[in-house]
């Protein structure tokens, strides 16, 4: 039977498609054990109560494998073809196929409510079927659920073609990784264990941690390529027979050499992870890795080898949170990593009790006159006492709570405003810091000025001030919410200015009105000649585009005089005012001139 | 739940019958009328079901009926104010409702809200079934909802209830967009 006969209106690729499982007789196969232990895996793994390996000949569907399906129901008529589902194109697609609204599992008939499915290869790249993930009850898949769905598709295509690729069979890849060639991590922790008898080996773990950017950017396969070229460079840096394993897929773990004791552990990892750092060539563009390692503390044969991967995996984390290329786990960072988890705890209940407090820092005009402020979260817990913003934000950061927070600081910010009003005082308007996540949600311009409507307010009455951080992400979204708060009359800053990734076009296209100078730049003003420079070509460039410029972290009457012959609008800083509650702030702002003003003329 | 559900009820009443009767209704739900509901503020469940109560006694309708004039004023006059993005992204009722999942996996991200979930599937050119799933098992607002996108995007459909978790909207003329079945005979 030729392709042809099999459909005649089959596009040439659907022929070779076709053609390729006709020669592996995919649809005359039956049942397998090995790969039902696969497709049972998944289901288990994924907590899916279906999941099946279909095979997709020209007019019917065969099932291969399956867990919690009805065994009868193991072929089903098929009337379109791969590309009218445009399932060749996507790798991994969710979808709800209508044919699959009705499923029976365990001979119980159910509406499907959820379906994912990624696609399965013959070794010449040709679709053959699908890896089939089924739930009737909606839900999503996450990243990481999505890669693992992919992976499982991979080892189907290993045992449905172990003719043709002799090391794609199932044992061989739960050892080792068939893309990369690194070994499991189950491998990984045998071999572990067997090295503690012998030394007492640290464990170190590589992150990459711009992997998850360009998998949303370039897909999968540009992920599995720079997968392949780090795997090379680790090898040839720590030497071949040193297992190396994915410890998930954007980072690694090995076991240190010997030779790296713990005088020299942190030099080595620093020089391995500029190497690993270098460019890779992705077609026309180029990727850098951006790497963080951590290294845990000697194992010895009685130590866990899960806990051990997971304190060298730990310390990467660390490193990464705070800025450093390469940390070597002590006892400190055990202490740290239980202090954050109490501070996640009990942050989560303030800002469900809605318990954070606001501290607002006033701004001034080049004169010195009060013209707003910026509002600052501060949080005293019953038990913690005092937590510093820079230690609960990136807990909330880390842990999705920023958003909640975000929306604590607006609602908050707005009922203090609207009680001031009502109490006929004058308040200038208050800037409130927006995280990119929030910017990024379609629904935040909408509920931020519904939320001054409701408190009585004006869209002036509230700026938001943004950071560079927008400029990575979601652009367009973030540009969309902007547009919409500009246009409602709200001041948007663009704080941090300097040290992230603003770039020139986006303070032309975008609605920025002031543009917030860092504190770095403003601290040596009088001794760093290369700092006052940039300071007068950032205020130049502002405002030859109508941006007004305000100066961060203004410390001393030196660093105010400067900034107003450089000609900087507005300054704010613990020179002119430290952040305050908000009824001593209404006290600054109905002052004409700010308290360390008096006896200065205005330059 | 979220401010945002009372926020639109009281939008809703004070618009179509005044501020005084959105009083008139918090004084019988026991509610302070000077609660400002932000709409990403929290608020318990039982007292936003004493507001919808009080809302069908103070304006003398069925439950369904408030619901469904609930789910207009949400769809075509609160959401299109505070959401407009979330429209221009489609061009017609068809393309805005099959990308109701998409949009509302999008809220799901931004908030612990739990918006429902639809099963889209077409019976003919000009008959689409939607099956509805929602804990809170407001079919009639599902209906009002529909009602207001339809006049959102200016179209003429019939919005039937068929079952209390399926709807189906009914078109004059064959939509362009109705795709055939997967698993219909060419």
Redesign the interface.
């Known amino acids: 039977m030729t392709a042809s006969q099999h459909c005649p209106i089959a596009s040439p690729r659907e022929e070779r498609r076709l053609v390729a499982i006709h020669r592996h007789g995919l649809l005359e196969a039956g049942p397998s054990p090995r790969l039902n232990a696969v497709v049972r895996l998944a289901a288990n793994l994924l907590d899916f109560p279906l999941c099946r390996l279909a095979i997709v000949g020209s007019r019917e569907v065969v099932c291969h494998a399956a867990a919690g399906r009805t065994p009868t129901d193991s072929r ?5 073809t791969f590309e009218d ?1 445009s399932w060749g194109d996507d790798k991994l697609f969710v979808a ?4 699959l ?1 009705t499923q029976s599992v365990g001979g119980l008939s159910y ?1 499907a ?1 959820f379906y994912a499915a990624a696609t399965v290869f013959d070794p010449h790249g040709l679709p053959v079927g699908v890896l089939q993930l089924v739930d009737d ?2 839900r ?1 898949l996450t990243v990481l659920q999505r890669h693992a769905l992919a992976d499982f598709a991979r080892l189907c295509e290993s045992e449905l073609f172990a003719d043709a690729a002799p090391t794609g069979t199932l044992d061989a890849a739960w050892l080792r990784d068939p893309e990369t060639g690194v070994v499991s991590r189950r491998h990984f922790r045998s071999e572990l264990l067997k090295a503690s008898y012998v030394t007492f080996p640290r464990v170190v773990c590589v992150r990459i941690e711009n992997l998850h950017t360009l998998e949303s950017r370039r897909g999968w396969d540009a992920v599995r390529r720079v997968q392949r070229k780090l795997t090379e460079r680790l090898e040839e840096m720590v030497g071949s027979n040193t297992p190396i394993a994915m410890n998930d897929w954007a980072s690694y773990v090995f076991v240190a050499p010997s030779s790296w004791d713990g005088r020299v552990i942190l030099q080595e990892l620093l020089m391995l992870s500029q190497r690993l750092a270098c460019r890779i060539t992705l077609g026309q563009q180029a990727f850098v890795p951006k790497i963080v390692m951590g290294a845990s503390d000697a194992m010895s044969p009685d130590d866990d080898a899960g806990r051990v991967i997971l304190e060298a995996y730990r310390a990467a984390r660390f490193a990464h949170q705070n800025g450093h290329r390469a940390v070597v786990r002590s006892a400190t960072h055990a202490e740290n990593e239980q202090r954050r988890s109490v501070v996640l705890e009990r942050l989560e209940r303030a800002l ?1 009790t809605r318990k954070l407090s606001l501290a607002v820092q006033p701004k001034f005009d080049r004169a010195l006159r009060p013209m707003g402020g910026e509002v600052l979260a501060r949080w005293i817990d019953d038990e913690l006492g005092f937590v510093s913003p820079g230690e609960f934000i990136p807990v909330a950061e880390e842990h999705g709570l920023i ?1 909640e927070l975000g ?1 604590c600081i ?2 908050g910010t ?2 203090l405003l ?1 009680e001031a009003k009502a109490r006929g005082s004058e308040v200038p308007p208050v800037a409130i810091n927006v995280s990119t996540p929030q910017l990024e ?4 311009a ?2 931020l ?3 001054l409507t ?2 009585g307010l004006t869209p002036q009455d509230v700026e938001i001030e943004i950071t560079e951080s927008v400029f990575s992400e979601n652009v367009e979204q973030a540009r ?1 919410t902007l547009e ?1 708060l500009a246009e409602a009359g709200m001041s948007v800053y663009l704080d941090d200015y300097g040290t992230g990734y603003s770039s020139l076009s986006y303070l032309k296209s975008l609605p920025i009105s002031y543009l917030k100078i860092d504190r770095a730049f403003v601290m040596e003003l009088a001794r760093e000649s290369d700092d006052a420079a940039i300071v007068e070509a950032t205020i130049a460039m502002a405002h030859a585009l109508g941006i007004s410029v305000v100066a961060e972290g203004v410390e001393t009457e030196e660093q105010w005089r400067l900034l107003c012959e450089m000609g900087c609008d507005v300054v704010q800083g613990f020179w002119c005012g430290r952040p305050m509650p908000f009824d001593d702030f209404l006290q600054v702002t109905s002052r004409e001139v700010a308290a360390c003003a008096p006896k200065v003329e205005e330059p | 739940m979220k401010g ?1 559900i009372p ?1 639109c009820l009281q939008d809703y009443v004070s618009s179509h019958h005044g501020e005084g009767v959105w009083r008139t209704v918090c004084v019988e739900a026991d509610v302070d009328p000077d609660t ?7 608020f318990d469940d039982a007292m936003v079901y004493r507001l919808i109560s009080a809302t069908t006694s103070v304006l003398g309708v069925t439950l369904e009926e408030a619901a469904r004039a609930f789910g207009r004023h949400w769809a075509h006059v609160y959401a299109a ?6 429209y221009e992204e489609n061009r017609d009722l068809v393309s805005f409702i099959f990308s109701v ?1 998409d949009l509302h ?4 991200e ?2 612990a809200a739990s918006p429902p ?1 639809l ?1 889209l ?2 019976e003919s050119p000009t008959r689409l079934l939607i ?1 509805y ?1 929602s804990d809170r098992h407001l079919i009639a607002v599902a209906k009002g909802l529909l009602e207001g996108y339809a006049a959102h995007f200016e179209e003429d459909v019939d919005v039937n209830i068929l079952s209390a978790s399926r709807l189906e909207l009914v078109f004059p003329h064959p939509s362009p967009a109705f795709v055939r ?6």
Not at chain 1, 96 to 99: E, K, M, S, T
Not at chain 1, 441 to 444: A, R
Not at chain 2, 36 to 42: C, E, I, N, T, V
């Open positions: 089903w008529p098929r009337a379109l589902e709800l196929p209508r044919a609204r509406e409510q009850c909606p999503t469900a958003r929306w607006v609602e707005c009922r609207s949600s379609f629904s935040f909408g509920d000025l519904e939320t409701v408190y969309r919409s | 945002t926020r400002r509901f932000a709409p990403q503020s929290r104010r505070l959401y407009p993005v979330a999942n996996r999008r809220v799901i931004d908030t979930f099963d599937s077409w099956g799933r079945p997967w698993n219909s005979q060419r």
